[in-house]
């Protein structure tokens, strides 16, 4: 009796791939039809199909409309998304996923907060192999779609604070910035987000070099992430979560309070229009 060949874990990609496919067939639609009737190129769809490409998930959204599948094919495509980040970070996107609450600080833009044009000229310049744009486009979609966690229902209780740093070093393109202030300004304003400023007059912090993350889930149990100097560590012990939090409420203590950090952001929105 001959052995049985294990073909490893199926990506999440593949599965969107398989899906998008049946799909279609089942529909009776030819890869020229569909492009057709919803006005994405026929080769575009024919690399989803293979699990080549990535989409953005309003894509996605599009075609669950287009098949009457509800969010079929967006549940599919948050999972394809984790294929484009590395193992320890898949491990806390699936925590931030279903996390009740999110306490985050960032050295720059937060990523839940970036525009598209922010996020890709941001990514733009870590790309530097022949398929960099394709890549860099796979990681845009993937960041943006982080940014339905904002949305879920139940929305989450999210708190963000961002070193002035990220505020003072503009994009390149002007419109890109004029327009990533905006999104600032409108996020602030949110019901289920608290937008902080720890500004340079508050000096030198013990963030300065990465990022922190705390998480609550429903059942109350919390995880802490960090990033920094080209590493990343996903901290579950309770008692280095614990001083995580800790160390995060002292740079809430340093930042400005949530009203005057609109006015902070406004005040640079005209600064910069200006």
């Known amino acids: 009796m001959g052995e049985t060949v294990d073909p490893g874990p199926v990506s999440g990609r593949a599965i969107l791939g398989q899906t ?9 639609k030819s890869l020229g039809q569909l492009a057709e009737d919803t006005g994405y190129d026929k080769s575009y769809l024919s690399r989803l199909e293979s699990g080549e490409r990535l989409s953005k998930v309003t894509v996605m959204e599009d075609l669950d409309s287009y098949y ?9 495509w948050k999972a394809a998304r984790l294929d484009a980040f590395k193992d320890q970070y898949k491990e806390f996107m699936k925590l931030e996923a279903t996390a009740r ?9 937060p990523g839940l907060l970036q525009t598209e044009e922010f996020a890709r000229g941001i990514l733009v310049g870590a790309q530097t192999t022949a398929d960099g744009e394709e890549a860099v486009e796979e990681q845009v979609a993937a960041r943006l779609g982080r940014q339905y966690l904002l949305k879920q229902k139940p929305e989450p209780e999210v708190r963000l604070i961002m070193d002035e740093v990220a505020l003072r070093r503009p994009a390149s393109q002007g419109k890109t910035w004029h327009d990533q202030m905006l999104h600032l300004e409108a996020a602030a304003l949110w019901p289920n987000v608290t937008l902080q400023v720890l500004p340079f007059s508050a000096g030198a912090h013990h963030h300065m070099n990465g990022s922190l993350t705390l998480l609550w889930q429903r059942d ?6 960090k990033e920094g100097n080209g590493c990343s560590r996903l901290i579950e012990d309770p008692d280095q979560v614990l001083r995580q939090r800790l160390s995060y409420d002292r740079l809430r203590d340093m930042a400005l309070s949530p ?3 609109l006015t902070f952001i406004r005040d640079v929105l005209e600064e910069h229009r200006s």
């Open 20 to 28: 998008l496919k049946v799909l279609r067939e089942k529909a009776g």
């Open 220 to 225: 109350g149990s919390a995880v802490a992430y």
């Open 68 to 76: 009457g599948t509800g969010s079929l094919l967006v549940g599919h």
């Open 259 to 261: 009203s005057d950090s």
């Open 101 to 109: 609450i999110m306490w985050k600080f960032s050295p720059g833009i």
